[in-house]
């Protein structure tokens, strides 16, 4: 069950200036727990210490957004395009 | 003195200036940390080499707290996450507001005082920080509400010689003191009102908006605290609390910093009042006291005589340990002024900056 994690500009040094990294799990909890261990800089940029996606961070899991509900049990896999994406809202000053 | 290390933290970034020439002219290095708040930032000199810390806010994507031990040059993230509410806490850090290294006795341990009011403790010399649980656990706790700049605490007060006696001062939760270690804590306000309840509850045991701390290390008893609304001092370390206020023209301000040498010497920078957070009179002045608070006098020589109009925030004043002290404040329109004269007088050393969060400073052997 591989995504495909695309990350904005701001993020790639944090994964080998890499546009996109390929995470594991069937869920995107699950995609980003495996990416933790993999990535660990990179990870906790997407989400805080408790699991949560940080309150200014956009995900989009192709093409859908998954801000409302509970985002981490999104079902991710083969062929999934999992996008990244700083809100606008965290631009503040 | 050898080489001066100024930190100038701002809302866009880290500037780092170097003196040579015992503080006479600083030369400043590029931004670093673009377009990312440094709300915190500090000198550990207490081993070779010396390691600068820094608590970036990196807006999207969540607080970092990192260091560096080549003054500046590289910077260091550890793979795990150096701070972090346990799993299943409820709570995640939002900002690095406070690093603070602990004594000589201690070498190896770093505070850090974050958003939400909470205290961690570094035994590795910032390498990992663990929650001081006693604080976070503190039945208070659900009471605590956070001041204009959010629920930070944003001053830890290691005492000098006791390692178990620390102090730490929350917004709005007020001034608490622990003489355990960090097991338990209890709050250090009596005397201390919080003019902003109504009037028959302006002396909580806690609540009050504290805006800082400040202490000679000689004389650890002797506490000043810039309140909202207030300027206090205790002579017990945080039982009692006294007004020092009659002397400034204003008593709401947030930046309160100790003479390095001098027990009964104090720099304020007073502001009008919380809803006119200008200079009084818009002069852009340090006030200094020569007797602990008893007498204010403005300093002014080497400032702007135009219209002033920017505060000077909590994080952002401090001194050296240099004879005579030097000391230096950033103001939230993004210069930077320093005296070398103990105040005496002050010259412009950085200009044309985003507005200044936090400056610390340190010689470095």
């Given at each position: 069950m591989t995504s495909r994690l695309l990350l904005p500009a701001a993020l790639r040094r944090y994964a080998g200036e890499e546009a996109e990294v390929e995470i594991r799990g069937g869920t995107l909890g699950e995609a980003l727990d495996d990416l933790a261990v993999r990535l660990p800089q990179l990870e906790r940029r997407l989400r805080d210490e408790q699991g949560q996606l940080r309150p200014h961070v956009l995900m989009f899991v192709n093409g859908v957004s998954v801000r409302s509900g509970s985002p981490m049990e999104t079902p991710v896999g083969d062929g999934c395009e999992v996008f990244v994406a700083p809100a606008v809202s965290g631009g503040r000053s | 003195m050898g080489l001066a290390i100024l930190l100038i933290g701002t809302r866009k970034g880290l500037m780092i200036a170097r003196s040579t020439d015992d503080r006479q002219t600083w030369a400043v290095d590029d931004f670093q940390f673009l377009n990312q708040e440094v709300y915190s930032v500090a000198l550990d000199t207490?081993?070779?080499?010396?390691?600068?810390f820094a608590g970036v806010g990196t807006g999207h994507w969540g607080p970092l707290l990192t260091y560096s031990?080549?003054?500046?040059?590289?910077?260091?993230?550890?793979?795990?996450?150096?701070?972090?509410?346990p799993q299943g806490s409820d709570a995640s850090v939002d900002r690095v507001w406070q690093i603070q290294p602990a004594t000589d006795q201690q070498p190896d341990v770093v505070y850090a005082g974050v958003e939400p009011h909470a205290l961690f403790r570094s035994d590795d010399r910032g390498q990992s920080f663990a929650l001081v649980e006693g604080l976070w656990e503190h039945p208070d706790r659900p009471k605590w509400t956070p001041g204009g700049g959010g629920a930070c605490l944003h001053t830890v007060l290691p005492h000098p010689t006791n390692p178990d006696d620390v102090l730490v001062a929350m917004s709005a939760a007020g001034v608490y003191r622990t003489r355990d270690g960090g097991a338990t804590w209890h709050p250090a306000n009596r005397g201390i009102q919080a003019a902003f309840l109504p009037e028959d509850q302006r002396f909580p045991e806690f609540g009050q908006c504290v805006h800082k701390v400040a202490f000679h290390p000689d004389?650890?008893?002797?506490l000043f605290a810039q309140n909202h609304f207030g300027v206090y001092r205790s002579e017990d370390r945080g039982d009692s609390w006294t007004p020092i206020e009659s002397g400034l023209p204003s008593n709401f301000g947030f930046a309160l910093v100790a003479h390095p040498h001098r027990p009964e010497t104090?720099?304020?920078f007073p502001l009008q009042a919380d809803a006119e957070r200008f200079p009084p009179e818009a002069k852009l002045r340090v006030y200094?006291?020569?007797?602990?608070?008893?007498?204010?006098?403005?300093?002014?020589?080497g400032l702007p005589a135009d219209p002033y109009y920017a505060a000077v925030l909590r994080d952002a004043m401090?001194?050296?340990?240099?004879?005579?002290?030097?000391?230096?404040?950033?103001?939230?329109?993004?210069?930077v002024y320093a005296s070398r004269d103990?105040?005496?007088?002050?010259?412009?050393?950085a200009s044309h900056l985003p507005d200044i969060l936090s400056v610390r400073v340190a010689e470095i052997a």
């Open positions: - | 207490r081993q070779d080499p010396p390691r600068i031990d080549d003054l500046g040059k590289s910077w260091t993230e550890p793979e795990e996450p150096p701070i972090g509410f004389k650890p008893q002797r104090l720099y304020s200094r006291t020569e007797d602990a608070g008893a007498n204010w006098e403005p300093i002014s020589k401090v001194a050296d340990r240099g004879d005579p002290a030097g000391v230096y404040f950033g103001t939230r329109l993004g210069e103990d105040g005496d007088s002050w010259s412009l050393i």
